[in-house]
């Protein structure tokens, strides 16, 4: 049936001839034979014609609503002016009325309207009711007008709620592009700002490395090992430096300037201790724990780590609710450095956390995301059976080449 379906939906022409064929073949049975036109063979072939031509209005209707119409007002006149009564194809008047009030141009709707309204009461005129008065006649042309009122009600609600659909169809594809611009802006914004942030601290190793090669000059020849180890210091963070670069490129930052005229230090991970005591006075539970064995990490690492940690713990406090606690984990790997942040709060939906961020620009995951992948780690975020979310992430010591 499912199939028979789809096939009728996809031919809508098909059927429309189908029923064209069967209104003929009854038209034919009931009401175009000699008896029904006083024997006359002429009429016997007009009433054929025009049994014929609204059968035609039928299968064409949808192809061409407005030119069947006009076909059919004629046809109903050539009934009245060749006195062809009335037959079963005259049911075509109804369905040309109904199409073009859901379908046709707005003209053709008037027409179709004023037409059927007219309907009954010519053919009443042109074709008495025999032994009837004329309050009866007047019952029968309400009788017979109301099936075509009817019919062009229900194409005009139909053309209004097609209408209504097309404007939310509209305005939700209008939305979802508002809403891919709106995430496009946030990637935009948030890759500047970690360009901004990663500018720092290459920054801030190169400084390094110019202090300890003015130092290694000044004490070359007096304290050899002096100088040998500020080499030493100038390789390594020459190194991580580097690392940071590879780090930046590709990262588009047009227009982009530093906001303030000095560099100031960038967060580690030693500060989301800072961060959790933080949450912890205003109120919100934290459980902290560091597992593995702590060492040096790159720059970019540590500042990704905590950005994590705090986008989380302020989803936490925004979504999570007034009694929500949460839980912090740094797990140091032998390549690689783990992050878990989880809370047992209501759970918000997903599109809420993607809305909202630490810096109060809106977009937190898509923040998340873009500073994970800038170092080449990889994160999950969702919400928990239980209740609550959780966000998991892991960041290699190393780059990824």
Request: hydrophobic share 45%; glycine share 10%.
């Amino acid at each position: 049936m499912q199939r028979l379906y789809d096939f009728l939906r996809r031919h809508p022409s098909w059927v429309d001839a189908f029923w064209a064929v069967a209104l003929f073949g009854l038209s034919g049975l009931s009401g175009v034979n000699p008896d029904g036109v006083n024997g006359h063979h002429g009429r016997l072939v007009a009433g054929t014609a025009v049994s014929a031509v609204l059968c035609a209005v039928v299968a064409l209707r949808r192809r061409f609503p407005e030119p069947m119409l006009l076909v059919a007002l004629v046809t109903g006149l050539a009934q009245l002016v060749l006195d062809v009564e009335t037959t079963v194809a005259d049911f075509a008047m109804l369905v040309i009325t109904y199409t073009v009030a859901a379908v046709g141009e707005r003209w053709a709707s008037r027409l179709a309207l004023v037409g059927s309204l007219c309907a009954a009461a010519l053919a009443q005129i042109r074709w008495p009711a025999e032994q009837t008065g004329f309050l009866g006649q007047i019952a029968i042309v309400v009788f017979q007008t109301v099936p075509f009122a009817l019919a062009w009600v229900l194409g005009d609600s139909m053309r209004t709620r097609r209408a209504y659909f097309a404007q939310l169809e509209e305005r939700a594809s209008r939305l979802d592009k508002e809403r891919e611009a709106q995430s496009k802006v946030a990637v935009a914004a948030e890759r500047a700002r970690i360009a901004r942030e990663l500018h720092d601290v290459v920054a801030h190793n190169v400084s390094v490395m110019v202090v300890q090669a003015d130092g290694a000059a000044y004490v070359m020849d007096a304290a050899p090992d002096q100088a040998r180890k500020a080499l030493e210091t100038i390789s390594s963070t020459g190194r991580q430096a580097l690392a940071e670069m590879r780090r930046l490129l590709g990262v588009l930052r047009t227009g982009e300037h530093q906001e303030g005229g000095e560099y100031v230090p960038q967060p580690d991970v030693e500060q989301i201790d800072d961060l959790v005591e933080q949450c912890r006075s205003s109120g919100l539970p934290v459980d902290f724990r560091v597992e593995g064995t702590p060492r040096p990490l790159p720059s970019g690492v540590e500042l990704t780590a905590y950005r994590i940690v705090q986008e989380a713990l302020t989803n936490t406090r925004k979504h999570g609710g007034p009694h929500a606690g949460a839980s912090v984990r740094l797990v140091y790997f032998d390549d690689g450095l783990g992050l878990l942040v989880e809370d047992d709060g209501k759970g918000a939906p997903h599109e809420l956390y993607e809305e909202g961020g630490a810096d109060g620009q809106g977009h937190g995951l898509i923040g998340m995301r873009e500073r994970v992948g800038m170092v080449g780690g990889t994160l999950d975020a969702g919400p928990r059976p239980g209740g609550g979310f959780r966000i998991s992430a892991l960041l290699p010591l190393k780059p990824a080449h």
